[in-house]
């Protein structure tokens, strides 16, 4: 059945032009048709670069929604109208303005996993990626950042210089990594290198060897020389290196795989169907879509002059 249905997909791609994005949380088998895989920082480049007319996301309603802001005449398509986000949805406009009349006359930097809304009345975006890079190239002594505290804070600690006014939002998935069941997971592989990513709390990022993005954790699996992984992120990272590195070994905290259910919403049926049928299309208001652009581009513009090695 997958066979087929890929075959299908891939036709109606041909015919009308269209590109499919990837995150890699994805359910795996997406990448059989996806023409990019990777983390928010490099869909939102592919995205900012597609000559195609359709672009497919295979991700979340945040991801489509800045896929559509960078490309507002084409049309973006969400192959699972029900596959959004937590942490975007713990902040909206007006719980960013009452956090910003607290902290007045502060540049304001937003995590990617926000709405278009929220965008629009930011200063820039970041990504796990870039977070730091796009902080310091503010040059300012105190920023806020929103909605993720655990990675405005990993931000913070990375600088050292520059004070990181938090909101008090998180990703539920990372947040939920327990210091306790990492140590105990150590114990069990005492010779497996530590990958974590940011957006998990501070205490526990204490216990990794390298923190990184997505696209960090598996760039430092590829260029390491060392056998044996603890992977604390979701399962999609896993199973993409244990795909893609069969000769090493990984391996989830307590060995239990963690999930994003809403990442995992989107299925090749789904991509099929939204395709064929040009169904579950993404709008983005125009005034606030040219608002959240800004926000946008001047985060690409800054990763195209301090490019991020993850």
């Not at 000559?51 to 960078?70: H, N, P, R, S, W």
């Not at 973006?76 to 942490?87: F, R």
């Not at 930011?122 to 920023?143: R, W, Y």
């Not at 974590?196 to 997505?214: I, M, Q, Y």
Request: aromatic share 6%.
């Amino acid at each position: 059945m997958n066979s087929k249905i890929i075959e299908e997909i891939n036709n109606l791609k041909k015919k009308k032009n269209a590109v499919i994005l990837a995150h890699c949380y994805q359910n795996i088998e997406i990448d059989e048709v996806a023409d990019f895989v990777g983390d928010s920082l490099y869909l939102s480049q592919m995205a900012a670069k597609t000559e195609a007319d359709i672009i497919i996301f295979a991700g979340v309603y945040f991801m489509a929604q800045t896929a559509k802001i960078l490309n507002p005449s084409k049309k973006v398509i969400l192959p699972n109208k029900n596959a959004g986000c937590d942490m975007a949805d713990m902040i909206n406009l007006n719980q960013l303005r009452e956090f910003k009349s607290k902290h007045p006359d502060i540049p304001v930097v937003c995590y990617i996993n926000s709405t278009a809304e929220v965008k629009s009345e930011c200063d820039i975006c970041c990504t796990s990626s870039n977070a730091v890079e796009i902080v310091k190239s503010l040059n300012a002594p105190e920023v806020l950042f929103i909605p993720d505290k655990n990675l405005g804070r990993w931000v913070e600690k990375e600088l050292g210089n520059v004070k990181v006014v938090t909101y008090d939002g998180c990703c539920p998935i990372h947040n939920d990594f327990k210091i306790k069941d990492l140590l105990a997971t150590k114990r069990e592989y005492p010779a497996a290198t530590v990958l974590a990513h940011p957006e998990c709390r501070e205490e526990f990022l204490s216990g990794a060897d390298f923190v990184g993005s997505t696209t960090g954790i598996m760039n430092y699996v590829k260029n390491s020389s060392k056998k044996e992984f603890i992977i604390a992120t979701e399962k999609g990272v896993t199973e993409r290196l244990k795909r893609d590195y069969p000769h090493k070994q990984f391996h989830s905290i307590c060995n239990k795989p963690v999930v994003c259910p809403s990442m995992k919403l989107n299925s090749l049926e789904d991509i099929y169907n939204s395709l064929k049928n040009e169904t579950t299309e993404i709008e983005v208001n125009k005034e606030i879509s040219d608002k959240a652009k800004k926000c946008i581009n001047r985060m690409l513009e800054v990763s195209k002059k301090c490019p991020t090695k993850a």
